[in-house]
């Protein structure tokens, strides 16, 4: 078990960039979640996934940003013409499946400037 | 909508026993978690409430009250690797899959 990895780690792009940032859960985890979370804040709920259905996304999720799981397993998050106000901390956490499981495990993030 | 509410930092010596609280107020509410997150790393889980009544692993303990809508996170024997960012988080009933809400986090310092 190697835990909840993403890549990258950093990532600075000017105002107006595309940027794709990946998250790969930990393995038979068939749940995974996408959060945004900027300085002095909890982390945001972006989108959830179960296997490769996206079955949630939040409100705030503008139409810049698209999320995808197509086999079930790793994920991309993509963010088309970039905002500084985009800037912030991108992180996933991924857990089984069964309510009886509490306990989300979150990746290091990505953390996004944006200039 | 959806609150949570913390107090923004607590600063304790060594040894001594924290009380992090969180209030809440959510149109479902399935139970509450609590995760430390230390300077540039990931969130990573403490504990779960899901009925009334005190949780205890090991130096840390949650409790939680639903019909008060509020829970704290108590921190005993404090140590100086404690001194990090805690938040409290409602997993909502209506939502699917366990959706989090956080609150804004409390940053924890402990002092020698």
């Known amino acids: 078990d190697t835990g909840v990895s993403q890549d990258p780690r950093h990532k600075i792009t000017k105002r107006g960039q595309n940027v794709t940032f990946r998250c790969d859960p930990i393995?038979?985890?068939?749940?995974l979640y996408w959060y945004r979370q900027t300085l002095g804040q909890g982390p945001e709920f972006l989108t959830y996934?179960?296997?490769?259905?996206?079955?949630?996304k939040s409100r705030l999720l503008s139409d810049r940003f698209s999320a995808e799981r197509p086999k079930g397993s790793f994920s991309t998050l993509e963010i088309q013409r970039t905002e500084q106000g985009d800037s912030a901390m991108y992180l996933c956490?991924?857990?089984?499946?069964?309510?009886?499981?509490?306990?989300?495990?979150f990746g290091p993030g990505t953390r996004l400037t944006v200039l | 909508g959806q609150s949570l509410e913390q107090p923004s930092e607590v600063t304790a010596v060594e040894g001594a026993i924290v009380q992090i609280n969180c209030t809440y107020q959510?149109?479902?509410?399935?139970?509450l978690s609590w995760y430390q997150q230390h300077d540039g790393g990931a969130p990573t889980f403490l504990s779960y409430?899901?009925?009334?009544g005190l949780e205890e692993t090991g130096r840390f303990s949650s409790f939680l009250s639903r019909s008060d809508s509020y829970g704290y996170l108590l921190l005993q024997e404090l140590q100086m690797k404690d001194s990090a960012s805690y938040f409290c988080?409602?997993?909502?009933?209506?939502?699917?899959?366990?959706?989090?809400?956080f609150g804004a986090g409390t940053i924890l310092r402990v002092k020698s």
């Open positions: 956490a991924s857990r089984p499946s069964g309510s009886s499981y509490n306990e989300q495990f």
């Open positions: 393995s038979e985890h068939n749940r």
């Open positions: 996934f179960q296997n490769e259905a996206q079955l949630e």
């Open positions: 959510t149109s479902g509410f399935y139970g």
């Open positions: 409430n899901g009925l009334d």
């Open positions: 988080a409602v997993r909502d009933k209506r939502e699917y899959g366990n959706k989090l809400v």
